[in-house]
Antibody, heavy 121, light 110 residues
Framework: EVQLVESGGGLVKPGGSLRLSCAASGFTFSSYSMNWVRQAPGKGLEWVSSISSSSDYIYYADSVKGRFTISRDNAKNSLYLQMNSLRVEDTAVYYC??????????????WGQGTLVTVSS | QSVLTQPPSASGTPGQRVTISCSGSSSNIGSNYVYWYQQLPGTAPKLLMYRNNQRPSGVPDRFSGSKSGTSASLAISGLRSEDEADYYCAAWDDSLSGWVFGGGTKLTVL
């Protein structure tokens, strides 16, 4: 069974930093692309970033480009999102999501339960 | 403002057929597959339809998808109370080099 467990969320001040982690199990992590997708309170889904299975291809939404960095450690079956220069509008539940293939833009087929990031002074 | 456009709400009575539309452009729906996700209240989204009209294992055949040009739609027949959820369409956008989602449609079963 595919399991994705996010951690690292919390309350941070505007301009601050936070690092999210996602622990994957139940599948061969190194063979799949991974994604971060967020959902602001009461709002819809917004794609944040994607990374291919071997980290060769990385994509970011314009809203986070230059501030967020996606990375993965295939030896640890883990996905990360380093978030810097956080803004109030970054407040959201952040979902770790598996891509359906190994490339950089495979569709999401499994989602974690999410971790809440709140940016507020 | 979402790149893909969905109606904010839809409703139907048990047993009815409901359709949810998703409108995009040539850079997303017009040139790539469409995907649909179901988000039940208080839970994470779940893949409901992939590559326009393919159902993942476990998704009832009451759910069907279609695409024509720069628009797509999700149909739910034999509506049931457990179908009450938010539904999102998604597609890869070649111009943005990223995934785009619709704003979501809240389905109410009356």
């Amino acid at each position: 069974e595919v399991q994705l467990v996010e951690s690292g969320g919390g309350l941070v001040k505007p301009g601050g930093s936070l690092r999210l982690s996602c622990a994957a199990s139940g599948f061969t992590f190194s063979s799949y692309s991974m994604n971060w997708v967020r959902q602001a309170p009461g709002k819809g889904l917004e794609w944040v970033s994607s990374i291919s299975s071997s980290s060769d291809y990385i994509y970011y939404a314009d809203s986070v480009k230059g501030r967020f960095t996606i990375s993965r450690d295939n030896a640890k079956n883990s996905l990360y999102l380093q978030m810097n220069s956080l803004r109030v509008e970054d407040t959201a539940v952040y979902y770790c999501a598996r891509g359906s293939g190994y490339g950089g833009y495979d569709y999401v087929d499994y989602w974690g339960q999410g971790t809440l990031v709140t940016v507020s002074s | 403002q979402s790149v893909l456009t969905q109606p904010p709400s839809a409703s139907g009575t048990p047993g009815q057929r409901v359709t949810i539309s998703c409108s995009g452009s040539s850079s997303n729906i017009g040139s790539n597959y469409v995907y649909w996700y179901q988000q039940l209240p208080g839970t994470a989204p779940k893949l409901l339809m992939y590559r326009n009209n393919q159902r993942p294992s476990g998704v009832p055949d009451r759910f069907s998808g279609s695409k024509s040009g720069t628009s797509a739609s999700l149909a739910i027949s034999g509506l049931r109370s457990e179908d009450e959820a938010d539904y999102y369409c998604a597609a890869w956008d070649d111009s943005l080099s990223g995934w785009v989602f619709g704003g979501g449609t809240k389905l109410t079963v009356l």
